[in-house]
């Protein structure tokens, strides 16, 4: 697997553009270009991280000719609500244990 974390800061009274935005455009990534999906966190009023998994490397780097018109909208959505937007780090995963119940 695959992760790219991002950083996201919003701009005031507009965390529900954002959101809308970022959701929308997320599903189509999983959908059309074969990501694993993506987690959203709102650290504050105005910051969010994000992290989206990919099933590698390779696969994350060739995304984004598969997408639909519809993607162009949610990504304007997502850019005009933002005053800045951060990819803070890429990394291959070692250990999940998020999708596992290693304590039972």
Aim: glycine share 6%.
């Amino acid at each position: 697997m695959y992760i790219v974390l991002y950083r996201f800061e919003v701009k005031l009274n507009e965390s529900e553009s954002f959101e809308k935005g970022w959701a929308g455009l997320t599903n189509l990534i999983y959908t059309h270009e074969g990501s694993s999906g993506s987690r959203l966190h709102k650290k504050s009023e105005t910051e969010y991280m994000a992290y989206a998994q990919w099933p590698n490397k390779n696969k994350f780097e060739t995304a984004g000719d598969n997408l639909p018109e519809k993607a162009e909208e949610f990504g304007e959505l997502m850019r005009t609500s933002c005053s800045k937007i951060d990819i803070l780090n890429k990394f291959d995963v070692v250990n999940d244990l998020l999708a596992e119940k290693p304590y039972e």
